[in-house]
């Protein structure tokens, strides 16, 4: 039987970087094994944009969509408009029928052993009939997430699971590998952190970076505190320096652009993916939101930059954020919430008189190592 050799599996629903991820590790496995057959399955709509035309097949599951209530994400109807349980059931069902039909030889699960909703406890049962060998692989600093943490996740991921891969970097965040090392029973593979943009680059899939002078920032996520942010935005672009802001789109609205933002005339908008790492590349400044992908994009362009927090409860970005910036001169932390525009301008002033392109204080060719782990994984097989 013709199988599939590896499947890739990320989650979806708040951000892009479970997503971001597994597209850098899937792209890894394209260059550096073309001759292995690999795919990858995720309800993340922006996969293509994620991918900028690169040779990894993707499976779109349907979406789920997050809203953020104090802190804690909550399901909310998803795009088609399945409620949030009834999606659950839907996926694991698609996902256990994609286990059969393609019979991967490995499975690259990312974040939980379960899956969102434990939409994967079907395939994982699939799998078993088969023989797939399934392997997690978890961000540099998972925060306090009950389903990575819990009982249950730790006892499925002994039963079902024989590889753990560790996005992260030993000498920067050692603790996280041993909590790891300790709940699952299973020392995990350090790799390094996985950049999209660094396999991107490797695939000859961006454009030569061109300095500019501008402020490139991200800020596609959209909850309570945006009109503030925007807002704080509008002012401290007009510090001189233009500003070109990408997300704004589905998630932001445009009538949530403050007035004085849309009248700047060194301000621009784009939407989510047009250019974003193109910019970010040759910027003066960055001002991102401290997710994992966000974080990797701006080790990886080496730009100054400011890093938002969100306040989210799990406590992920602050932990990450506050690891990063002791080490790497030119990142600085401020709460989302809190960002006035007095406070982003300096901010910003403070992170430019650290020009770049500034040294990684980490590893980041995790995608390409984790590659070579799954492929030594199957050669083990054979």
């Excluded at 434990?118 to 692989?137: D, Q, S, T």
């Excluded at 002078?213 to 001189?240: E, F, I, K, N, Q």
Aim: net charge neutral.
């Amino acid at each position: 039987m013709e199988r599939l050799d590896i499947l890739l599996y990320a989650h979806d629903g708040r951000g892009i970087g479970h997503a971001g991820r597994a597209a850098a590790v899937g792209l890894a496995l394209r260059r550096l094994f073309p001759g292995l057959r690999v795919a990858l399955v995720t309800g993340e709509r922006r996969m293509e944009t994620l991918l900028r035309g690169g040779p990894l097949d993707w499976i779109k599951l349907p979406s789920y969509a997050t809203r953020v209530v104090d802190g804690r994400s909550q399901g909310a109807p998803g795009v088609c408009g399945l409620p949030d349980a009834r999606l659950g059931e839907v996926r694991a069902g698609l996902l256990r029928d994609l286990v059969q039909r393609l019979a991967p030889r490995l499975v690259l699960a990312d974040h939980t052993p379960q899956g969102k909703h434990r939409e994967l406890i079907p395939a994982l049962e699939a799998g078993r009939m088969l023989g797939v060998r399934w392997v997690l692989g978890v961000r540099a600093v998972i925060g306090e997430v009950d389903k990575v943490w819990s009982d249950r996740a730790a006892a499925l991921f002994r039963e079902r699971y024989s590889g753990l891969l560790w996005y992260g970097d030993a000498a920067v965040l050692g603790r996280e590998a041993d909590r790891l090392a300790t709940h699952f029973g299973r020392a995990p593979l350090v790799v390094g952190y996985a950049s999209r943009l660094h396999e991107l680059a490797a695939a000859g899939l961006l454009s030569p970076a061109e300095p500019h002078d501008a402020v490139a920032a991200s800020l596609s996520w959209h909850d309570a505190a945006t009109p503030g942010l925007l807002a704080a935005v509008a002012g401290a672009a007009h510090d001189g320096a233009p500003w070109r802001v990408w997300g704004c789109g589905p998630s932001i609205p445009g009538e949530a652009l403050p007035a004085a933002l849309l009248r700047n005339p060194g301000a621009t908008f784009h939407g989510f993916g047009e250019g974003w790492l193109d910019a970010l590349r040759g910027a003066r400044a960055a001002v991102v939101y401290g997710g994992y992908n966000s974080l990797t994009d701006v080790l990886a362009a080496g730009v100054p930059a400011v890093v938002l927090l969100r306040g989210m409860q799990d406590a992920e970005q602050e932990a990450h954020a506050a690891a990063l910036a002791a080490l790497r001169p030119g990142l600085t932390v401020l709460r989302a919430g809190e960002a006035t525009a007095a406070a982003l301008a300096a901010a910003v002033k403070d992170v430019c008189r650290h020009p770049g392109p500034l040294p990684s204080p980490v590893s980041l060719d995790g995608a390409a190592r984790g590659a070579r782990a799954l492929a030594a994984m199957l050669d083990e097989e054979d």
